[in-house]
């Protein structure tokens, strides 16, 4: 009898499994691909990967305004490539060290749960206390005309090719198109970004996505809004992809069209044994990661919809369902749920935007300070950057912060803390940062708030 | 009559005469040399602008291992030279209307104290009910032989060329030198960096300390410890210097010795008119930024020795000192100090190190996270990376953040917030930071400390 059985090893099920042996549990791991998941394998890390490529070509873009020019630019994939599948390689290996280490059972296989504390591994029982369902999300079919030809690729086929394609039509509404797009751009594929909806990246406050639909048009990266596509057709010169958007009607010749959508999937993992509807679009769960289901728990992007698969998200609720399945009482805190974006220039939301604020009934302030009246943004000409805070009235509270620009992701870390803690506008705006850094620039958006900056105009 | 007058238009002066004049004072601020101060004009600015350059040039380095390779590199500096000084006149026209903006007199002058509330400028009277003294440090004059060569220069004057030297012996305590050395070895001018100290930043706590050292020497920086300039001699090949250190005497030729020591200068600011003693290090003050004399307030450089030097504190001086000149309570808060540098990798150290947490009484407990097994730092290849967090045992109140690593500058303002806010190394290890970022390794290195790190080997 395992304590505790977590089915699926990726980003979210890891550290759940450890947490659990951490706390004095017999555990066992169970997964049917390769541990570390999609975000180590084949998504978050090799992204990241690419845009560091990606970052470093903006830097040499900039390097002209300081002095620097660069001649003979050489870009070999291949190389690249080779690296990434080392990394990925290495932290795989890594994990599985890191499970064996902590006395972890690591099982090859499908899990399924079979009823009440029962999982089922290649045809074999296994009894436990409580389950952790970690298993993610898989890909959604396109629902586009010709879908089906073997031209309309997913990431997966994309990581997995030698050669980037030459011309890629990038489909959809998950934002990793964004950077995808942003890096093979860089590298030189000729790419045409469309989104189903009426801007990219809808979810996010006004100035964030603007300012971001500015920065990528100025780089040249074509953007079709309301897209849709009507047809497709194979001939010599390409895939020709019958399109309608905001600017119309037409046909753009493509050798590849990416497709990423994802959703949980609640088929085949045996939830009906449990009482849980295999039917709903993804596995309901409270704060503490607790399914319906006594003794269940799930976590990761089995649990929302395509706009909460954040990595961070699933080790958050891996380490909560775990204490709570060990008996501890622990939640995840959704105030602090943050979006992470790492084109150039990168995209955090952390919090509440302006509208997500009023619409939960506060009484909203916001402050702001763009980058261009920030003494290191000016340095780095960071004209699409900002800062927003996003504050309630009553208590001064901040409610949300959301970034665009260099490091965003990393000053995302700022507003995740200030929020956890329950901080005021008026801690932020007392926040001795670093000069020069962006970072100043939060503090002042915080005294703009408050109707008290000291270097905006 | 004057409700403020603020001596100096510098870093602290700036924003003390904006936050005085924002709770309604009537205010003057006078600047003998340039608004803006050494750290715009001559300063934290101008040096980061280089470590943009610098930073291009690291990333480009960094290239070949992600497939990017450039067949030749130009360098130009009067490029460099010729943005920076246009990016710096904007600014410092920025700082000057902001300072109209708000009704305040700006006063073009030499300010000197003659008297309670009386402040004398331009041969003119100013009868005041309060005064902030924010002139910033000067040069100290070098103490070695040969000190008063023409050869031996500031960072005025290194600033002032149109073209670099090509051999420069770095000499002294100051953090800047690092930053220099490395953006002139980067730029292809040879370099000798030498300290008096048993290492480069000794305040620094050792996992910090040595990996700057390790970094700056792969890059083949030389680095001289226990060094002392004992004679130099100019010659035909260039100046020679001798120099003892720990690996011996011996000569070195170069074209230019950089000597940038400052200290608070006391002299000629009138302060015996109002019974403080000008023969000290610097104007003492407490956490309000009062000194000994009734209705005077100090900020910035002119408070401390070199190692408080750091323009955001003479920033928050400047807001507390503004405050509390109209009658508010407000106060620094020594907890959040925080120490940066620019170099690559970027060095911050906010709060205490465990040395000095237990040099102030503390039952100290400590927790690190190396960058080389965070998964972004791997893709980065920061295998000299690390975070150190510092803790007191009773309450498990947060004491000390230390980084070395890419963006370390704008990481610090999470350990800033994280003390400011009074946060529990429990409240460290539940962040939930985005991934993939280095800010991971600051909730690892809280959770190592607490003896549940997840990835940790």
Same mark, same amino acid.
């Given at each position: 009898?395992?304590?505790?059985?977590?089915?699926?090893?990726?980003?979210?099920?890891?550290?759940?499994?450890?947490?659990?042996?951490?706390?004095?549990?017999?555990?066992?791991?169970?997964?049917?691909?390769?541990?570390?998941?999609?975000?180590?394998?084949?998504?978050?890390?090799?992204?990241?990967?690419?845009?560091?490529?990606?970052?470093?070509?903006?830097?040499?873009?900039?390097?002209?305004?300081?002095?620097?020019?660069?001649?003979?630019?050489? $870009?070999?994939?291949?190389?690249?490539?080779?690296?990434?599948?080392?990394?990925?390689?290495?932290?795989?290996?890594?994990?599985?060290?890191?499970? $064996?280490?902590?006395?972890?059972?690591?099982?090859?296989?499908?899990?399924?749960?079979?009823?009440?504390? $029962?999982?089922?591994?290649?045809?074999?029982?296994?009894?436990?206390?409580?389950?952790?369902?970690?298993?993610?999300?898989?890909?959604?079919?396109?629902?586009?005309?010709?879908?089906?030809?073997?031209?309309?690729?997913?990431?997966?086929?994309?990581?997995?090719?030698?050669?980037?394609?030459?011309?890629?039509?990038?489909?959809?509404?998950?934002?990793?198109?964004?950077?995808?797009?942003?890096?093979?751009?860089?590298?030189?594929?000729?790419?045409?970004?469309? /989104?189903?909806?009426?801007?990219?990246?809808?979810?996010?406050?006004?100035?964030?996505?603007?300012?971001?639909?500015?920065?990528?048009?100025?780089?040249?990266?074509?953007?079709?809004?309301?897209?849709?596509?009507?047809?497709?057709?194979?001939?010599?010169?390409?895939?020709?992809?019958?399109?309608?958007?905001?600017?119309?009607?037409?046909?753009?010749?493509?050798?590849?069209?990416?497709?990423?959508?994802?959703?949980?999937?609640?088929?085949?993992?045996?939830?009906?044994?449990?009482?849980?509807?295999?039917?709903?679009?993804?596995?309901?769960?409270?704060?503490?990661?607790? /399914?319906?289901?006594?003794?269940?728990?799930?976590?990761?992007?089995?649990?929302?919809?395509?706009?909460?698969?954040?990595?961070?998200?699933?080790?958050?609720?891996?380490?909560?369902?775990?204490?709570?399945?060990?008996?501890?009482?622990?939640?995840?805190?959704?105030? /602090?749920?943050?979006?992470?974006?790492?084109?150039?220039?990168?995209?955090? %939301?952390?919090?509440? /935007?302006?509208?997500?604020?009023?619409?939960?009934?506060?009484?909203?302030?916001?402050?702001?300070?763009?980058?261009?009246?920030?003494?290191?943004?000016?340095?780095?000409?960071?004209?699409?950057?900002?800062?927003?805070?996003?504050?309630?009235?009553?208590?001064?509270?901040?409610?949300?912060?959301?970034?665009?620009? %260099?490091?965003? %992701?990393?000053?995302?870390?700022?507003?995740?803390?200030?929020?956890?803690?329950?901080?005021?506008?008026?801690?932020?705006?007392?926040?001795?940062?670093?000069?020069?850094?962006?970072?100043?620039?939060?503090?002042?958006?915080?005294?703009?708030?408050?109707?008290?900056?000291?270097?905006?105009?």
């Amino acid at each position: 009898m395992k304590d505790v059985v977590v089915i699926g090893g990726g980003a979210g099920g890891v550290p759940a499994a450890i947490r659990a042996a951490q706390l004095g549990a017999d555990v066992a791991i169970v997964d049917a691909r390769d541990f570390g998941g999609l975000c180590m394998n084949r998504g978050c890390v090799p992204f990241r990967h690419m845009m560091v490529a990606s970052d470093i070509l903006g830097a040499v873009a900039f390097g002209k305004k300081v002095g620097l020019s660069f001649k003979g630019i050489s $870009k070999d994939y291949s190389v690249l490539k080779k690296r990434q599948d080392e990394l990925i390689g290495f932290m795989r290996q890594g994990v599985i060290s890191t499970i $064996k280490k902590n006395n972890i059972e690591l099982i090859d296989g499908k899990g399924k749960v079979t009823g009440k504390g $029962k999982v089922e591994v290649n045809g074999k029982s296994i009894s436990c206390k409580k389950i952790i369902l970690a298993t993610g999300a898989t890909w959604v079919k396109p629902d586009f005309p010709e879908g089906d030809l073997e031209e309309v690729i997913n990431s997966d086929e994309l990581l997995a090719v030698d050669e980037l394609p030459k011309r890629v039509l990038l489909f959809g509404r998950n934002p990793w198109l964004l950077e995808i797009a942003q890096f093979l751009h860089r590298f030189g594929t000729k790419v045409v970004l469309a /989104t189903p909806d009426k801007a990219i990246l809808p979810e996010e406050s006004k100035a964030i996505r603007t300012r971001l639909n500015k920065a990528l048009k100025k780089e040249d990266i074509e953007i079709k809004k309301e897209a849709k596509i009507t047809g497709a057709s194979k001939g010599k010169g390409g895939l020709r992809v019958d399109l309608d958007s905001k600017e119309g009607s037409e046909t753009v010749l493509v050798d590849r069209i990416l497709y990423i959508e994802r959703a949980a999937s609640l088929k085949g993992l045996g939830l009906t044994s449990i009482g849980l509807d295999e039917n709903k679009e993804y596995v309901e769960v409270n704060d503490k990661m607790e /399914t319906r289901a006594e003794g269940v728990y799930a976590v990761g992007d089995l649990t929302g919809p395509q706009s909460k698969h954040y990595s961070h998200f699933s080790f958050e609720g891996g380490i909560v369902a775990a204490e709570n399945a060990m008996g501890l009482a622990s939640s995840v805190n959704p105030m /602090t749920f943050t979006r992470v974006l790492f084109t150039q220039p990168q995209v955090a %939301s952390v919090g509440l /935007t302006p509208k997500e604020a009023k619409k939960a009934g506060h009484d909203v302030f916001v402050g702001a300070a763009p980058y261009g009246m920030n003494p290191y943004g000016m340095l780095l000409a960071e004209n699409e950057g900002i800062v927003e805070v996003v504050g309630e009235k009553k208590y001064g509270e901040v409610l949300g912060v959301h970034f665009i620009g %260099s490091n965003a %992701s990393e000053m995302a870390g700022q507003a995740i803390l200030a929020i956890q803690l329950e901080a005021t506008m008026e801690d932020l705006a007392r926040a001795s940062f670093p000069h020069p850094t962006l970072s100043e620039s939060l503090a002042e958006a915080a005294r703009d708030a408050l109707g008290r900056h000291i270097y905006l105009p």
